[in-house]
């Protein structure tokens, strides 16, 4: 390369971080209809090809139970079988290697090596290249989000709301946007995010996670559960997770949702003719806006929903 091409890369490059670190600050202003989410749902659940379908799973919900309950409503795992094909996929496989970087107790400060910078680049890499996270693009970009205003800062800017650390406890650099939501943490007797079917299904194989699955409070099919469980002796009370979808789609569900609705704005949609919501809460700290968290709700048990997925 030239001097003059390295140069104008180099120009390139500090602009785009210019726009980052501008932005940093607050959630840009960006209006979306109800409708077009709903859209953007249903066009993502179409292209997830990567989904593990019903055939390829199956479930053991047992008993139902209620979050202030002390009895273990379930003598068996969750997950009762998912064919190991589907985690072979690339994003499942980039998305596994990455669990393995994180450190769950909040206050111990997180690991961070080439190893683990690496893992995240290579799942960030992996996911953008599906078809659901180039729509996403597409979809940020027509509407004249700041954040799409190249795919290099669209990258960027998903690595800084979801990867960049930050602190939960006494100022030490011990989380993250994905770790939460995906991982899990623990503090205080209690496990706090993960919104994960995969993460649930690999911890409750690994017998030195200490991990068990107590009954659900809400199930909907093979679709979405909240379950109640209890990690390392951390207890979670309820607990909810898409079934089945791919590590691809959870990431831009929770994202498109986390961008438009957030706090008391809730982001609406269907899956499978059943009614869902999106709560999202950012996190501010030191000038730069993070994911704090993000959760899915079910709606009503409605009669369209049962027929649906009854068939």
């Given at each position: 390369?030239?001097?003059?091409?390295?140069?104008?890369?180099?120009?390139?490059?500090?602009?785009?971080?210019?726009?980052?670190?501008?932005?940093?600050?607050?959630?840009?202003?960006?209006?979306?209809?109800d409708?077009?989410?709903?859209?953007?749902?249903?066009?993502?659940?179409?292209?997830d090809?990567?989904?593990?379908?019903?055939?390829?799973?199956?479930?053991?919900?047992?008993?139902?139970?209620?979050?202030y309950?002390?009895?273990?409503?379930?003598?068996?795992?969750?997950?009762?079988?998912?064919?190991?094909?589907?985690?072979?996929?690339?994003?499942?496989?980039?998305?596994?290697?990455?669990?393995?970087e994180?450190?769950?107790?909040?206050?111990?400060?997180?690991?961070?090596?080439?190893?683990?910078?690496?893992?995240?680049?290579?799942?960030?890499?992996?996911?953008?290249?599906t078809?659901?996270?180039?729509?996403?693009y597409q979809?940020?970009?027509?509407?004249?989000?700041?954040?799409?205003?190249?795919?290099?800062?669209?990258?960027?800017?998903?690595?800084?709301?979801?990867?960049?650390?930050?602190?939960?406890?006494?100022?030490?650099?011990?989380?993250?946007?994905f770790?939460?939501?995906?991982?899990?943490?623990?503090?205080n007797?209690?496990?706090?995010?993960?919104?994960?079917w995969?993460?649930f299904?690999?911890?409750?194989?690994?017998?030195s996670?200490?991990?068990?699955?107590?009954?659900?409070?809400?199930?909907?099919?093979?679709?979405?559960?909240?379950?109640?469980?209890?990690?390392?002796?951390?207890?979670?009370?309820s607990?909810?997770?898409?079934?089945g979808?791919?590590?691809?789609?959870?990431?831009?569900l929770?994202?498109?949702?986390?961008?438009?609705?957030?706090?008391?704005?809730?982001?609406?949609?269907?899956i499978?003719?059943?009614?869902?919501?999106?709560?999202?809460?950012?996190?501010?700290?030191?000038?730069?806006?993070?994911?704090?968290?993000?959760?899915?709700?079910?709606?009503?048990?409605?009669?369209?929903?049962?027929?649906?997925?009854?068939?």
């Amino acid at each position: 390369m030239g001097f003059t091409a390295w140069y104008l890369s180099l120009l390139y490059l500090i602009a785009i971080l210019s726009d980052i670190l501008n932005g940093m600050e607050k959630s840009p202003e960006f209006s979306v209809l109800d409708s077009e989410i709903v859209n953007l749902v249903n066009q993502f659940r179409q292209q997830d090809i990567n989904k593990v379908d019903d055939g390829q799973i199956i479930l053991d919900y047992q008993e139902h139970t209620v979050t202030y309950d002390t009895n273990d409503k379930a003598k068996k795992r969750l997950f009762k079988w998912v064919d190991p094909i589907s985690l072979k996929k690339d994003t499942y496989k980039k998305w596994i290697a990455l669990s393995n970087e994180y450190e769950p107790q909040v206050g111990i400060p997180e690991k961070n090596n080439p190893k683990k910078k690496k893992a995240i680049d290579d799942y960030l890499d992996a996911v953008l290249n599906t078809t659901i996270w180039k729509s996403l693009y597409q979809f940020l970009l027509k509407k004249g989000h700041p954040y799409a205003k190249s795919f290099q800062t669209f990258r960027a800017w998903i690595k800084q709301l979801w990867f960049v650390e930050y602190s939960r406890k006494q100022g030490l650099i011990d989380s993250s946007g994905f770790e939460h939501v995906f991982m899990g943490e623990y503090k205080n007797g209690e496990v706090s995010g993960m919104h994960s079917w995969l993460r649930f299904y690999l911890l409750e194989r690994n017998a030195s996670q200490q991990f068990n699955y107590h009954g659900y409070t809400i199930k909907r099919f093979n679709i979405m559960a909240a379950v109640k469980f209890s990690w390392r002796n951390y207890i979670k009370r309820s607990g909810s997770f898409f079934i089945g979808t791919s590590p691809e789609f959870d990431l831009a569900l929770y994202t498109i949702c986390f961008l438009t609705r957030q706090s008391r704005d809730i982001c609406k949609f269907q899956i499978e003719e059943c009614p869902f919501s999106i709560t999202s809460y950012k996190l501010m700290q030191q000038g730069k806006i993070f994911v704090g968290t993000v959760y899915p709700v079910a709606g009503s048990f409605t009669e369209k929903c049962r027929k649906h997925n009854s068939l």
